[in-house]
Structures are given as structure tokens and as C-alpha cells.
């Protein structure tokens, strides 16, 4: 067998997964019958007393392969059940055989390879730090649908289970031993295997509290009136999980992602009946939300495309791999601070410059306070800390740059400055490194021209806070080299950070896209829309924050002053609404959130508000339009200025748009990303709205004629070819 | 269309639906049995002129399950060939079981009813029935289902009305039911409830406390803010995106208190009342039903009132004496501002803030406590309306006979 391999120890039948044809084991098209087979033939041996189920890989089961699954998101949901119903029939077959199973799991188990173990009589973990054990579906838009929603509140009881299963939480095995994922836990891999032995042999005939065995056949079965641990559904305590549970879960969701609640219908409906029945309903919701836009999304972008882009998708093929060893970074304030964090924690060695060394010092302090809540929190092995801290070396001396294979400047946002540091820094490359400025506005190229080597220039566009925020946006300049583009690659994947790729333009394509967000927010301000609906509008459709609340944060004097300039270089008319409320509240003395002033109120003793004085600017209509539309015009502006990037250039590839705008400003990942959003709204569709809200509410919205060709076409942005 | 007439009305005395309430230690059956009883006994009737019993019982469950108003039947020694039928509209199931009995007589199909409700929150608590109303994670997300208080606040968040507004109003209703008890105005209907040995275990509302003022409900917290909180607020905003947040305003000193209690009234045709010997103390002229939005709940007292009176060809300020239920103090506050109507003509006795709503009978007290008023006053014409779980509306009126 290719997949499992099968052996016989003392009467054991040992089933290992061993997957040759993927790098982890992971249940699909190949494995399942092959596990099925397995299983049968342990069934079958009258010398097997008992079954148990491992790896012999480091990992135990990842889960199912979403390439499976996504493969038959658009197919007929009745085939699609099928395939669930099987893999059920399969556990269910192992759970009612009536020889003991155990699993032992040796590594990671998430999703259905924790689903395996579940239906598993009794489970055992080797315990190490890295194996992580859970039921995440719910985080790729899917649920547990190998039983996953019914063993673990029959196990744990409905309040222990819910959060498990909504949250999708991964769990250490301490951890998973400590909610009672898990029986026990083995220091080895011998005594993994010993104490399966051990436990098939004290229970020759195990029987899940959920089970009987039938009076007439003796056959395993179902238990009708199985009282779950900790109260049952129709309880006053169902009644606090599922009406207080399913609010809780529709604050955080706003009702845009289904599987969630489809996990918490899975207990309510299925814990009301049998096992049996109870998986048939678990199927009915699995294929639900399987087949979903949501699902399809989150997998395409969150899980596939991601692991694309950390792997180097947009990295040039021709150059071989390169090395930074030594990195610089100019200037400690909050992002240079927060870069040299991250570096540090990669195992880099770091040179943090700025002007004098008390001020580089401060930077450094940065990573102190990081690295100390780390080991509070129990994130960071203290042992470490001192290493990572040593990485570190806080000067004013340019001289110490000397040998990086990387110097990113992170100065105040001013050519001139950006120039000088450039010139002062340069020489000190070690041969052949790449000069990166961490610029979220000016152009590259124009900053390319301080630089001795304009093909070792590029922009580096970290986002704030660095040790959180994910992505880095990768910007090219005219002249920068593919090498240049390598390096910068292959560093960011060594501080595990997501890379997109993108041309140099005005805001390059995160900031300017986002600006959208912004500005769409002070048009609907503009039109007399209660402030209070447009913020709502902007969470409801799955933004972070409201428009208004996020304008307050990037500050009303930077929108003042970027579309100052764009107006000045003539690219936006005096009449452009960012451009006058900017004025307007610069003016004003309301530069926003650091002001304590802008279109909220920002008490010292309570939590923000809208400014009342809002109302006085900007009349509230009579008519306030639906909160769909409104919505729809913080989404669509979005999507469609992503369009445009994408015709111009500024962004490479689909995937690059979806995850930059997910990652670097928080477009809702239940889109998929501002591209996928248009093909998940249809393009068709997208094309008809874009047209409408362009009559309705300005050329902003209008649809650029290749979106026209593509939607007439039926084409997607794969195909969609660029000038 | 035949009349159809009330003749009489008989409820227990409302006792704190605690377990230091006085009626604690009183089954639900037996406060429903006392009330059959009295209605026999004290109109000396021929149950067998009764074709059926209609109660409200919004949780019949346990003891108040299997049917309460055909057990009560059985229990009080009606005639044998008087039926029982239970049912929950929620709040308006004691008004409900009122139109409904006048809807069977009106149709001429049925002789005479015995409507009215019970409930003893103390012993059966409210939301122990679950429900996929409340429970049933999709419908409660789909339709953004939250508990009423929740909507009670919305309802003042939406029409603004400030948590002095609701005071003032609860406090108000406070007086007038302290009044009403030491004016000995609910005499009439209220029967006190005995033990099995004969000892009048409680003779009077148990809930009005005298000394209630504005300022002493000012110092109550809100009950439904920590709730609010926990995700109930964000899933009544999703319906509501003009607002920020919700304003809580209602705690326990201005909401309906939670009591035990049961209310019967005697519906018939005017023939039931020539062959029972009984003459008529009103009649119901026309009623109404309708859903209202489900997630603010409570405002279907407006729609209701305004379709009774358009059966009725009646017109607001016809209306001599209302009253509207408090399950919150929003509720009637609501009701007069959009209706115009002079608090002096609402709930003139108190309303359920002050002397308690037994869910399942209430609608029938205060349709009874209306009919004592119009008598006790010298007025003609009455309307008793409710607001419903589920986003219902009653209304009912009724013109007394003289």
C-alpha cells in the first residue's frame, strides 16, 4: 500500500499512515480506501484483538485535502454528501467493530485526522510542544464533518465543545490532555505504542457511552437517550449556549461566515437525536457550508493562497537562493523598531541605526518589552530571550552598517531625509546587497534616484504593528533588478512574513486601494448618510473598522496631505471630497485619533464617540438609504479600484490583490480578497452594480472597459491580460 | 353575527413569582381550579351551559403541562361535558383566550366559554419550554431573535425615551396601584386564594410597594446592559445599523414583575345569559391580532389598536379607558405618544409594573380590571392591548352594559 501500512504485533493490528504521494498525511481520494481496507482487514483477522491507529510520519493526519474538497465545492451537493457520508460510515464501522480502537498520536492531528482519532475509542498524545491537536475547519470556512460535531460534545459536553469547535482552536497535547481531547499522553514513541497495547488489553470490548449494543443482534448501535455530559439541549443551559452562544457568534461574524452557526445547528439538531441520525444532519450542514462561496474563498486565498505566497510564489525562478545574514535598519522608531524585532526572532543579525544611540537604544527596548510579554505569556522560552536581544546592536554609527546584506531605511516619510540616509548607508552594503525603503507612499523610483545602484533599490512596505501584521508589500521600482527582488523575497520568508508583489505607483497598490475605503467613507458623509449607519456598514460588511473610525486613525491631516498632493500633481480635482473634509477638519484643529478630535469624540474617561458637531457639517437626510447599499459602496469602490490596479499593473497577480487586500488593510477574508470578491459576486453582476452606483453616485464606481470585455467573455482575472 | 357578552370575571390575587412568594407553595392547578369555582359558585351556574374552557399558559411544561385548563376542569367538578383547551400567544394569551372564546360565540357554533389564563412563574419559570424560537441557532440569527429586554431598550433607543422617562412612568404606576389596593378597587374580580383548611393564603397583589419613588428607582442598575454586552446588543444593531448602541434604560423597578396567578372571565351568547340567569357586564365589540417586527417586538400594540379600531369604526378618542400592558415601561409610554392619548385614560389602576404579569393570565386581569373601572367610573367604552414575544400585537374592546 502506497498510503497506509499494516502490521500485525501481538495480536495488534497497527494501521500507519504513510503517505508517499503528498508531504503530510492527509485523508483523501487515495487514503481513504486504503484506511478503509486496513481497517477491514484487522475486522476480518480473528487474531486481532485490537486496533491502533498511528503515523510513521512526524505528523499524525493534518486534516482532509482541501484540493479534494475544493474540487467539489460547485459540484452536486448530493455526490458531495456522499463523500462525507462515506468517510462517516468508515469511522462509525471503527467506533461499532466492536474491538478496542486507540489512537496514538504521534504528531499534528487537525480536523479529520483529529476526527480519525475521535472515533477512536481512546486517544493518546505524544506529548511535544510542536504537535498541535484541533478541529480548525471553521477557520478555512468549513466544519468537522467526520463526526467532529457530535463525538466532542458527547465527550466534552456542549458548553466545553462549542468553543472547541467555533473557534477552531488548536491545542498543544498538555493542553488537549487538560480539555479532555485526549486520554493520556506518551514521552516516546515506544511508550505511545506500550500504552495502546496496554489499553486494548484491559478493554478487549469498549462501548462509547453513546452506543448500547442491541438486544436482538447483539450489533452495536446508537443510544436513544444518551444523556449528554453537562446538560442537554432542551436545558436551561442549551438555552444560554445556543441563544446567548449564537449572538456571541453573530457579533463576531456579523453573519457573514456560515459555518460557524452551521456548527452550532450541528449540536443543537444533532444532539437532540442519536449518533447515527446525528451524523446525517452533520453531513446535510458539512456539504452547506462546503459548497459555499465562503468556503471556496477562505480556502483558495487564506489556506492555498497563502501557503503559495510564504513559499515564494511571485519570486523570480532564475535567481539562485540568497542569503541575508546581516540586516540594517535606519531609524528606530515604531516600524524600524518593530523590523529589527522581527529579524531578530528569524535569527538575523541586526544593526539598529538612528541619529543618536539613546534613540537607538529606545528601538531596542521595543524588542525588551516584546520579548518580556512573550515570556509572560508563555510564547517566548525565557532561555532565548538574551540570544534573540544580542542580535540586536543599537547604534549611531554608520560605520557598524558595514557587511549587510540588506539595509531597509525606516525614516520619517521625507525625500530629502529618505535621500540623505540613502547616500550615507549605501556604501556600506556588503557586495551585492539590496538598499529597501519602508515607504508606504513615495514612489520608488523617485527615491531610487538617491541611490548609487538603482537596481539594488526597492520598497519594503511593512504595516503596523510589524510583529503582528502579516504582509509585506514588495514595491518595484523601474530599475529593480529581479536579484533585488529574490533577496527581498527570501528575507521576508525568513521572518515568516507573507509577501506580495507589486509595481511602483501613487500609494502603490495597499495604500491606495485602501484610501478608497477612506474616502468612500467621507463620500457617504458627504451625501448626508447617518454617520452612525456608515460605520456600521463598514463592520457589517466584515471591515475591521468603520471608515470614519479608521480615518481617524491614519489621521485627517495625512488625508489632507496625500490627496494635497495628488491634487497638486493634478491627478485629483480641488473638488475631491478627501481633499475638502481634510481641509475642513485640518482646519478645524480635528486631526483625529492622536488629537483626541476627529470625527469622533475621544473622552479620556470612556469609550469614543461621533463627534455631535458631525451632524452640523454634514446634514443627516430625511431618506437614509438601506444598509445593504451603503455597504455595497464601501466594498465595490474597493474591488473596483483593485480592478483598475490590476489593468495598470500596479499588482501582478489575482492572488496578490486578494491577499494584500486581506492582510495589509483587512477587506473581509470571507471574499476572498477585493479581486475574488468581484468574481464571487459574479462578474457580470459586478459589472451591472459598478454601472449603477457610477450613475448613481459618480464616475468613481464606473467599470473600466476590459472589466466590460472580461465580464461579456465570462473570463476571470487569470485570464484577463494586462496592456 | 351573534353578541358576544362577558358575564362575569374572577382572578387570584398576584403573588412575587419567587420562592418567597406567597403563592409559592400553591400549585398552578389549584390557583386555576379556585378561579373555576368561584365563577360557578358565585353565579350559582349550571357548568353544563358551559361548552368550553380556554386558557392561556405561555410555559406548559411540568405542572402546568398535559392541558391545565381541561384538568382544572375535571378538578373544579365542572359537568362532564365541559371541554378544556390550553393555549400561549406569549403575553396575550389570556386576551387571546378571550377573543377567541368571543370568535366561537360570535360564530354562533358555541354557547358559552370560561377564557382566561395561568401561570406560576415561581414554580414553572419563564424560557424553561426552550423553544427554536429562542434556541434554535439559525432561526435566531437569521431573524436576530433577542430577549425582550433587549428590545424593550431598543425600543427606547429608538424612540428616545430616557431612563427618567421610564421612571417617572413605573413610579407612577407605583401610586396608582397603591391607590387601587387601599380604594379596595379590585374587589370585584379578586378572590383571595385559600389553603386546603380553609386559611386565606394571600388577598391582595403582592408586588405594589408604596414607597416607590423616581429617586428609589434611580438607583436600580439596568438588567439587560451585561447581557447587551455579550453579543444580544450587536445582534438587535444588525437589524438596527442606525444606531450605535442601545440605550438601557429598564431594570426590575420598570419592567412587569414576575408573579404567580390565574384569571377566568365568562363569555356568552345573550342566550347563555337569559338561561343562566346572568346579565351581561359588557360586550367585546371587536379585537384584533397582528405580527409586528420581531427583533423590536414590542410595538405591536400599534398596529393592533389601530386595526380594532378600524373593525370597530371606532376612532382613538372614542376610547374611554385603555390598558396597555406594561410589560416594560416603554410600552404604554410609546402607546400614548403615538396615539396622543392622556396618561389619565391609561392603565388608571396600575399596570403590571407594579402589580405583576403572570404571562399566561394577564391579559385576562387587565381585561377585567378594565371592565371594574368603566363600572367603578361610569365609562362605556374600553380597550385592553398587549404587546407579544415574537413580534405579535393584541387589542381588544369591550363596551360596558349597564
Same mark, same amino acid.
Given at each position: ?275 447515527? @441520525?446525528? #451524523?446525517?444532519?452533520? *453531513?446535510?450542514?458539512?456539504? &452547506? %457550508?462546503?459548497?459555499?462561496? !465562503?468556503?471556496?474563498? /477562505? ?68 524588542? @525588551?518589552? #516584546?520579548?518580556?510579554? *512573550?515570556?509572560?505569556?508563555? &510564547? %517566548?522560552?525565557?532561555?532565548? !530571550?538574551?540570544?534573540? /536581544? ?334 | ?402
Amino acid at each position: 500500500m502506497a498510503a497506509i501500512n499494516y502490521a500485525v504485533d501481538q495480536s495488534v493490528a497497527i494501521i500507519s499512515w504513510n503517505m508517499t504521494s503528498a508531504p503530510m498525511n492527509v485523508l483523501n481520494d487515495e487514503s481513504i480506501p486504503e484506511f478503509e481496507a486496513a481497517l477491514k482487514r484487522a475486522y476480518a483477522d480473528s487474531e486481532v484483538k485490537g486496533i491502533i491507529v498511528t503515523s510513521d510520519k512526524n505528523e499524525f493526519v493534518a486534516g482532509a485535502d482541501l484540493k479534494m474538497i475544493l474540487r467539489n465545492n460547485d459540484k452536486d451537493p448530493a455526490e458531495m454528501l456522499k463523500v462525507s457520508a462515506e468517510l462517516n460510515r468508515i469511522f462509525r464501522a471503527m467506533e461499532t467493530s466492536g474491538k478496542p480502537a486507540v489512537a496514538a498520536i504521534n504528531g499534528t492531528a487537525l480536523g479529520g485526522g483529529f476526527e480519525i482519532c475521535l472515533a477512536c475509542h481512546y486517544r493518546i498524545a505524544l506529548d511535544t510542544p510542536k504537535t498541535q491537536i484541533g478541529l480548525p475547519e471553521v477557520t478555512i470556512g468549513l466544519l468537522p464533518g467526520g463526526g467532529g460535531t457530535q463525538r466532542l460534545p458527547r465527550m466534552l459536553g456542549m458548553e466545553m465543545a462549542l468553543p472547541l469547535l467555533v473557534e477552531g482552536k488548536r491545542l498543544n497535547p498538555k493542553e488537549a490532555l487538560q480539555a479532555g481531547l485526549v486520554n493520556d499522553l506518551a514521552a516516546s514513541r515506544e511508550e505511545l505504542l506500550e500504552k495502546a497495547k496496554a489499553w486494548i488489553a484491559a478493554n478487549p470490548s469498549p462501548l462509547q457511552p453513546w452506543d448500547e449494543r442491541d438486544r436482538k443482534t447483539g450489533q452495536i448501535v446508537g443510544k436513544d437517550n444518551f444523556k449528554v455530559p453537562g446538560g442537554a439541549v432542551q436545558s436551561p443551559m442549551g438555552v444560554r449556549v445556543f441563544s446567548g452562544g449564537t449572538a456571541m457568534l453573530m457579533d463576531k461574524t456579523r453573519g457573514n461566515y456560515p459555518a460557524p452557526l452551521a456548527i452550532m445547528s450541528c449540536v443543537y439538531e444533532g444532539l437532540q437525536v442519536n449518533i447515527d @441520525r446525528a #451524523l446525517t444532519i452533520e *453531513g446535510r450542514y458539512f456539504v &452547506k %457550508v462546503a459548497t459555499s462561496n !465562503v468556503a471556496k474563498n /477562505l480556502i483558495q486565498t487564506m489556506f492555498l493562497g497563502m501557503n503559495e505566497a510564504n513559499k515564494g510564489a511571485g519570486r523570480p525562478k532564475n535567481i539562485p537562493p540568497t542569503e541575508v545574514k546581516k540586516v540594517g535598519i535606519l531609524g528606530a522608531g515604531m516600524m524600524g523598531s518593530g523590523i529589527a524585532y522581527v529579524s531578530a526572532l528569524a535569527g538575523l543579525q541586526v544593526v539598529l541605526k538612528d541619529v543618536s544611540a539613546a534613540a537607538a537604544e529606545k528601538g531596542k527596548d521595543y524588542s @525588551r518589552n #516584546l520579548l518580556k510579554k *512573550g515570556v509572560e505569556r508563555g &510564547k %517566548v522560552d525565557p532561555l532565548k !530571550v538574551d540570544g534573540i /536581544l544580542n542580535l540586536i546592536h543599537a547604534t549611531d554609527r554608520a560605520e557598524d552598517l558595514r557587511g549587510c546584506d540588506l539595509i531597509i531605511e525606516a525614516v520619517f516619510e521625507s525625500r530629502d531625509l529618505k535621500a540623505q540616509v540613502t547616500k550615507g548607508a549605501e556604501p556600506m552594503l556588503a557586495e551585492n546587497g539590496v538598499f529597501a525603503s519602508n515607504t508606504s507612499t513615495l514612489p520608488i523610483t523617485g527615491l531610487a534616484q538617491a541611490s548609487a545602484n538603482p537596481e539594488n533599490f526597492i520598497g519594503l512596505h511593512f504595516f503596523s504593528p510589524v510583529d503582528k501584521m502579516q504582509l509585506v508589500e514588495i514595491i518595484m521600482g523601474r530599475q529593480t533588478s529581479d536579484y533585488a527582488l529574490a533577496l527581498c523575497m527570501d528575507y521576508v520568508k525568513k521572518i515568516r512574513k507573507t509577501p506580495i508583489v507589486v509595481n511602483d505607483s501613487r500609494g502603490f497598490y495597499t495604500s491606495r486601494v485602501f484610501g478608497t475605503y477612506t474616502a468612500e467613507g467621507m463620500e457617504l458623509l458627504k451625501d448626508g448618510v447617518n454617520p452612525v449607519l456608515i460605520e456600521n456598514a463598514g463592520k457589517d460588511a466584515g471591515m475591521p473598522v468603520g471608515p470614519l473610525a479608521v480615518t481617524d486613525e491614519v489621521a485627517l491631516d495625512l488625508v489632507y496631505k496625500i490627496s494635497g498632493q495628488a491634487v497638486h500633481d493634478g491627478v485629483l480635482q480641488e473638488t475631491d471630497t478627501s481633499y475638502r473634509i481634510g481641509k475642513t477638519f485640518v482646519d478645524l484643529g480635528r486631526l483625529g485619533k492622536k488629537a483626541k478630535a476627529g470625527f469622533y469624540e475621544y473622552p479620556e474617561d470612556g469609550k469614543k464617540y461621533l463627534w455631535l458637531g458631525l451632524s452640523d457639517l454634514f446634514p443627516v437626510s430625511e431618506q437614509q438609504p438601506a444598509i445593504e447599499e451603503v455597504k455595497k459602496r464601501l466594498l465595490y469602490r474597493q474591488a473596483i479600484e483593485t480592478v483598475r490596479c490590476f489593468e495598470e499593473g500596479v499588482i501582478r497577480t489575482k492572488l496578490d490583490a486578494d491577499l494584500g487586500s486581506v492582510l495589509g488593510w483587512g477587506f473581509p477574508p470571507y471574499t476572498g480578497g477585493t479581486l475574488s470578491f468581484v468574481e464571487f459576486v459574479g462578474t457580470d453582476n459586478f459589472v451591472r452594480e459598478c454601472d449603477r452606483l457610477a450613475d448613481t453616485y459618480g464616475e468613481r464606481f464606473r467599470p473600466t472597459d476590459r472589466l466590460r470585455q472580461l465580464a461579456d467573455h465570462g473570463e476571470n482575472f487569470h485570464e484577463m491580460k494586462r496592456a | 353575527m351573534a353578541e358576544a357578552f362577558i358575564y362575569d370575571a374572577v382572578r387570584t390575587p398576584r403573588g412575587r413569582g419567587k420562592s418567597d412568594g406567597s403563592l409559592h407553595d400553591v400549585q398552578p392547578i389549584q390557583l386555576l381550579t379556585s378561579v373555576l369555582r368561584e365563577l360557578r359558585d358565585r353565579n350559582e351556574l349550571d357548568t353544563s351551559l358551559v361548552d368550553d374552557v380556554i386558557m392561556g399558559c405561555v410555559t406548559p411544561i411540568g405542572e402546568q403541562g398535559a392541558d391545565i385548563a381541561r384538568t382544572a376542569v375535571i378538578e373544579a367538578g365542572y359537568a362532564e361535558s365541559v371541554a378544556g383547551v390550553q393555549l400561549n400567544r406569549f403575553c396575550s394569551s389570556g386576551l387571546e383566550a378571550i377573543n377567541m372564546a368571543a370568535a366561537y360565540v360570535m360564530s354562533g357554533q358555541v354557547d358559552a366559554i370560561i377564557a382566561g389564563g395561568v401561570e406560576s412563574m415561581s414554580r414553572v419559570p419563564m424560557g424553561s419550554d426552550g423553544g427554536a424560537l429562542f434556541m434554535n441557532p439559525q432561526i435566531v440569527a437569521r431573524h436576530n431573535i433577542v430577549p425582550q429586554g433587549i428590545s424593550a431598550d431598543l425600543i427606547a433607543t429608538k424612540y428616545g425615551y430616557s431612563r427618567n422617562d421610564v421612571d417617572t412612568f413605573a413610579a407612577e404606576s407605583y401610586r396608582r396601584a397603591t391607590d387601587a389596593q387601599q380604594a379596595n378597587r379590585f374587589s370585584r374580580t379578586l378572590v383571595p386564594v385559600k389553603d386546603e383548611i380553609g386559611i386565606t393564603i394571600l388577598d391582595r397583589d403582592e408586588g405594589v410597594r408604596p414607597s416607590t419613588t423616581v429617586e428609589s428607582l434611580s438607583k436600580l442598575k439596568p438588567s439587560f446592559e451585561m447581557m447587551g454586552q455579550m453579543g444580544l446588543d450587536a445582534l438587535a444593531l444588525l437589524k438596527y445599523a442606525e444606531y450605535d448602541k442601545i440605550n438601557h434604560v429598564h431594570h426590575a423597578g420598570n419592567s412587569s414583575q414576575i408573579v404567580d396567578g390565574a384569571a377566568g372571565l365568562l363569555v356568552g351568547s345573550r342566550e347563555f345569559g337569559e338561561k343562566a340567569g346572568l346579565k351581561p357586564r359588557a360586550s367585546i365589540k371587536a379585537f384584533a391580532i397582528v405580527g409586528s417586527e420581531p427583533t423590536i417586538m414590542l410595538t405591536g400594540p400599534l398596529p393592533a389598536t389601530e386595526k380594532v379600531l378600524k373593525k370597530a369604526g371606532m376612532s382613538i378618542s372614542d376610547i374611554d379607558l385603555f390598558e396597555v400592558n406594561e410589560a416594560f415601561a416603554v410600552v404604554p409610554l410609546l402607546f400614548m405618544d403615538k396615539f396622543g392619548v392622556d396618561h389619565g385614560k391609561v392603565n388608571v389602576n396600575g399596570g403590571a409594573i407594579a402589580l405583576g404579569h403572570p404571562l399566561g393570565a394577564t391579559g385576562a386581569i387587565i381585561s377585567a380590571t378594565l371592565l371594574d373601572e368603566l363600572e367603578r367610573s361610569d365609562k362605556q367604552l374600553g380597550l385592553s392591548t398587549l404587546c407579544i414575544g415574537g413580534g405579535m400585537g393584541i387589542a381588544t374592546i369591550f363596551e360596558r352594559m349597564n
